[in-house]
C-alpha cells in the first residue's frame, strides 16, 4: 500500500505564503514524478505543478513566478512553496505521486486566502 499525506495548508492573507508538503511511504520502487494539483468549488481539478525525479518541473501558467515546486528524493516528500498568494489559489491541494506501480493521491489540504 502506497500512503500521501499532505500538510501546511491554512487561512492565510491576500500576498502571504504557504508552504504544503506531501509525504509518500509504503511500497513502491521509485517515484516517477510528484504533482500538486488543486480543486476549487464548482471547478475541475487542476494541474498546479509537477516534478519528476530528475528535477524538471513544469508550473500552470497561472502560478509561474509565484510557487515553487521541489523534492526530497531521499525522505520522498516533495512541497510545494506558495509566495504571493491569492484569493484566487483558494482551492483543496492534492498531491499525486506516479509511481511504476501505478497513481496515487492524497487526501488534500484546504488552502483559503482570504483577508
Known amino acids: 500500500q502506497v500512503q500521501l499525506v499532505e500538510s501546511g495548508g491554512g487561512l492565510v492573507q491576500p500576498g502571504g505564503s504557504l508552504r504544503l508538503s506531501c509525504a509518500a511511504s509504503?511500497?513502491?520502487?521509485?517515484?516517477?514524478?510528484m504533482a500538486w494539483y488543486r480543486q476549487a468549488p464548482g471547478k475541475q481539478r487542476e494541474l498546479v505543478a509537477a516534478i519528476t525525479s530528475g528535477g524538471t518541473t513544469n508550473y500552470a501558467d497561472s502560478v509561474k513566478g509565484r510557487f515553487t515546486i521541489s523534492r526530497d528524493n531521499a525522505k520522498n516528500t516533495a512541497y510545494l512553496q506558495m509566495n504571493s498568494l491569492k484569493p484566487e489559489d483558494t482551492a483543496v491541494y492534492y498531491c499525486?505521486?506516479?509511481?511504476?506501480?501505478?497513481?496515487?493521491w492524497g487526501q488534500g489540504t484546504q488552502v483559503n486566502v482570504s483577508s
Open positions: 509504503g511500497s513502491f520502487a521509485s517515484i516517477l514524478v
Open positions: 499525486k505521486m506516479r509511481a511504476p506501480g501505478g497513481e496515487y
